[in-house]
């Protein structure tokens, strides 16, 4: 039995007088109300561990994105090589094994963030019995600490000898050849074909678009011509694929690259970019930035990258803070292309 007395309830918004009867369990709140609302205030606030699942969550996105991207090129393949099926299943066996690296990361976010073990469970199709045996907390933390061993140590490819980490791609490499690997597949020519009228091997072209190759810019430019692209919309991309910043840029450059953005982006439809905007930007918005039509303001050509799941920074020169001469205002598209110097781009 605890003894009487005065303290303050435990919600930092309230802090009124609570005063125990002496019978029970102490009460920590002033009410039931103040109670719920500590608790959602508890679940809200992102803890440390929130912020390091939720960084967890968007590499392991990415690395998952790019193994399926792979997956995605093997299986198009026009030519199936001697050893085609064997290379599809062990991308299949990979995509899954980073799938399940990705799923047990989402558990641990929605344990930081307060989710019930039940809704947890239910979200993903186990119990809260198989929750707990197969993706326990101290099992889910070991398995992200091998996977930064493994991405700060890569293992090497069969047969080959290992390389160092400094000579591993960049973040921007993935653009670069899903924009390539979208030509291809849109102009309906072969990997062969492409291969041949770029003077390299099928093999070297396939891994060129599943991103484990970065190619030179004359067979960038030489694989987009094959594939009737143009190659001012992937010079950007390629940049970004090396590792440099963005250059200062002409406008017409500057829709160029946007263009190259919206091919590693897969093409999709306007309709679909405006809904990704969340409705900040229309289809007519969405038509001039791609088609060189109007002089965008910086704001909406953030929104149109962003839409498309990109950082503006990595791909686009900086911009001054202040409205270039003839730019529209943030929101608006100026119907009047050519009106920007070539300086407000850099």
């Given at each position: 039995m605890s003894g009487s007395g005065m303290t303050r309830c435990k919600n930092p918004t309230c802090r009124r007088p609570v005063f125990r009867n002496g019978n029970g369990r102490p009460r920590q709140y002033c009410d039931k109300p103040c109670r719920d609302a500590a608790y959602r205030a508890g679940r809200l606030t992102p803890s440390p561990d929130t912020e390091r699942y939720a960084a967890y969550l968007r590499q392991l996105?990415?690395?998952?994105?790019?193994?399926?991207?792979?997956?995605?090129?093997?299986?198009?393949?026009?030519?199936?090589?001697?050893?085609?099926?064997?290379?599809?299943?062990?991308?299949?066996?990979?995509?899954?094994?980073?799938?399940?690296?990705?799923?047990a990361a989402a558990v641990q976010h929605a344990r930081t963030r307060g989710v019930r073990a039940v809704a947890i469970a239910q979200a993903i199709g186990l119990t809260p019995a198989q929750l707990r045996t197969r993706l326990a907390p101290p099992a889910v933390e070991r398995r992200m600490r091998r996977r930064e061993a493994l991405a700060r140590h890569p293992d090497?490819?069969?047969?080959?000898?290992?390389?160092?980490?400094?000579?591993a791609p960049p973040p921007g490499a993935f653009p670069l050849a899903r924009a390539l690997a979208t030509l291809q597949r849109s102009s309906g020519r072969s990997l062969s074909e492409v291969g041949r009228r770029a003077g390299v091997s099928p093999s070297y072209v396939s891994r060129v678009l599943a991103g484990k190759r970065r190619p030179s810019w004359p067979l960038t430019r030489r694989i987009v011509e094959v594939c009737d692209g143009d190659p001012a919309d992937?010079?950007?991309?390629?940049?970004?694929?090396?590792?440099?910043?963005?250059?200062?840029?002409?406008?017409?450059?500057?829709?160029?690259?946007?263009?190259?953005?919206?091919?590693?982006?897969?093409?999709?439809?306007?309709?679909?970019?405006?809904?990704?905007?969340h409705g900040q930007l229309s289809t007519a918005d969405i038509a001039g930035l791609l088609h060189g039509q109007r002089v965008p303001h910086r704001t909406v050509v953030d929104r149109f990258v962003q839409a498309l799941g990109f950082r503006p920074e990595a791909y686009l020169p900086p911009w001054g803070t202040e409205r270039p001469p003839g730019a529209a205002r943030p929101g608006v598209c100026c119907p009047t292309p050519g009106a920007l110097p070539a300086d407000a781009f850099g």
């Open positions: 996105s990415e690395d998952l994105a790019q193994r399926a991207h792979a997956l995605v090129v093997a299986a198009h393949g026009a030519e199936p090589q001697k050893d085609a099926s064997l290379t599809l299943l062990r991308l299949v066996t990979e995509a899954e094994r980073a799938l399940g690296d990705v799923r090497p490819a069969p047969g080959q000898p290992e390389q160092p980490v400094v000579n992937l010079l950007p991309l390629w940049r970004a694929a090396r590792g440099e910043a963005p250059r200062p840029a002409t406008p017409d450059a500057l829709h160029a690259a946007l263009r190259g953005l919206h091919l590693a982006a897969q093409r999709p439809p306007l309709e679909s970019i405006r809904t990704a905007s």
